[in-house]
């Protein structure tokens, strides 16, 4: 920005009257949606976390060399799990950590696959060891699913964990079957060598996403509240160390209290399972100083699922869509994604919703808006959104043969199922034809 343009600026923010007002409004909304902006406060705001953690890999590497006479431990086994909804992501993850010459030890636990989907791994992936996990011995409800299909809260997560360090006396480190790695990742061998834990910073804080009953039952002081949360996708242990010890044993046993880990008022959006209970019980340990922040370092990627292309967005407490929302990620939870970046096509269940979605992402992807009655169509297009959305779902009958019939030519409109066998066939069709 010139000098002549912030001098301009400064006289706006500086001057009170109401059209100033306004104009200083629409500067700082398109400030505030801007892409690049946002990327740059971001980077600004990670950049300490980017300068302390390759002080801590150099400390770390140095350490190594003098008291283990080695820059990292190549003794540590690689452990993954997947059902068979998974199976094709799990498969992604070991032609990646096969591709890489330095992991030699890769366990995959089956939580559900299929004969087939068994031999098939076995065949294509000898020198993997393939364990089931048995459920059975296990807490009852770590074998169930909830609405949303998410297997037992991920609570048999931390019990595998555990039972790898008790086999291997050693270093273990957990990929969710979805995450990939390059060959950076030696930088963690690195650090978990020296600190005996590893795990990355994940989105939000521990306030936002550990329910209250959890943090109070596990007394956790108020001065970690606003800490970040560690990701629970990607974590690493060291039997060999104390206190990693002591934390994955506390992890596998808080785990298995249901109370714990779903509390009964908690929902996604205030609580994370597994990973609640890693942050919240890593932070009141505080054992291991300053662990890196950054998976870009790391060379560690996260949530890579395949095909799971559809964002379902809403943003009113409407029971109806609520209800839509919950069968629809029990029956596709396959081709869905609640993370909007990895997205290919944005849904929006209720047409005004548009207004909380990022700008960025309204620009950039693909829109699909379901309305329900021909009010709803003309709102639509007599909004702003109008020029990002072309493509239109309804069940409504009338109303779709009101659009096929209208002069609106530049638009698109879909019928859809109720049954969800047939709804979700013709969404994918639909994305199919959008998107590719």
């Not at 089931?132 to 297997?151: A, C, M, P, V, Y």
Request: charged content about 25%.
């Amino acid at each position: 920005m010139s000098f002549n343009y912030l001098y301009f600026y400064i006289v706006l923010i500086s001057n009170k009257s109401p059209i100033v007002k306004i104009i200083n409004y629409m500067i700082l909304n398109k400030i505030k949606n801007s892409q690049k902006v946002n990327f740059l406060l971001n980077f600004i705001s990670d950049l300490p976390f980017y300068i302390a953690d390759y002080f801590t890999l150099f400390y770390c590497g140095i350490y190594n060399l003098i008291v283990h006479k080695t820059l990292y431990d190549k003794n540590f086994t690689i452990v993954t799990g997947s059902d068979s909804f998974f199976f094709n992501t799990l498969k992604q993850l070991l032609d990646n950590l096969i591709g890489l010459n330095f992991i030699n030890k890769i366990y995959v636990y089956d939580l559900g696959m299929s004969v087939d989907q068994i031999t098939e791994l076995s065949k294509e992936y000898k020198s993997v060891v393939i364990t089931k996990f048995d459920f059975s011995s296990n807490k009852e409800f770590i074998s169930k699913r909830d609405t949303h299909g998410t297997l037992g809260a991920y609570a048999w997560k931390p019990n595998i964990i555990w039972q790898e360090l008790k086999r291997s006396k050693g270093k273990v480190i957990w990929l969710d079957s979805a995450n990939l790695i390059n060959k950076n990742f030696i930088f963690v061998l690195i650090v978990l060598t020296c600190k005996g834990f590893f795990s990355p910073m994940s989105a939000k804080r521990v306030k936002d996403l550990t329910h209250i009953s959890t943090i109070k039952t596990l007394e956790l002081p108020d001065k970690f509240l606003n800490k970040r949360n560690l990701t629970g996708g990607f974590v690493g242990f060291d039997w060999q160390n104390d206190k990693s010890r002591e934390l994955a044993s506390l992890w596998r046993d808080k785990s298995n209290v249901e109370e714990l880990i779903i509390p009964k008022e908690s929902d996604k959006f205030n609580h994370r399972w597994d990973q609640s209970l890693l942050t919240v019980l890593n932070y009141k340990l505080n054992s291991f100083g300053y662990i890196p922040k950054i998976k870009k370092v790391f060379g560690i990627k996260v949530n890579q699922n395949q095909n799971q292309d559809f964002f379902l967005f809403y943003h009113e407490n409407d029971k109806k869509i609520l209800q839509f929302y919950d069968e629809w990620f029990k029956y596709n939870k396959l081709v869905s994604t609640k993370t909007i970046k990895y997205a290919k096509l944005l849904w929006l269940l209720k047409w005004d919703s548009y207004e909380k979605v990022p700008s960025k992402y309204v620009k950039s992807l693909p829109i699909v808006c379901n309305i329900e009655s021909s009010e709803e169509l003309v709102k639509v297009l007599n909004s702003k959104i109008s020029k990002f959305i072309k493509h239109f779902t309804t069940n409504n009958i009338d109303l779709f043969y009101e659009v096929i019939d209208s002069e609106i030519t530049d638009t698109d409109i879909y019928l859809i199922e109720k049954d969800f066998d047939k709804l979700t066939k013709s969404m994918i069709e639909i994305k199919n034809r959008i998107v590719y």
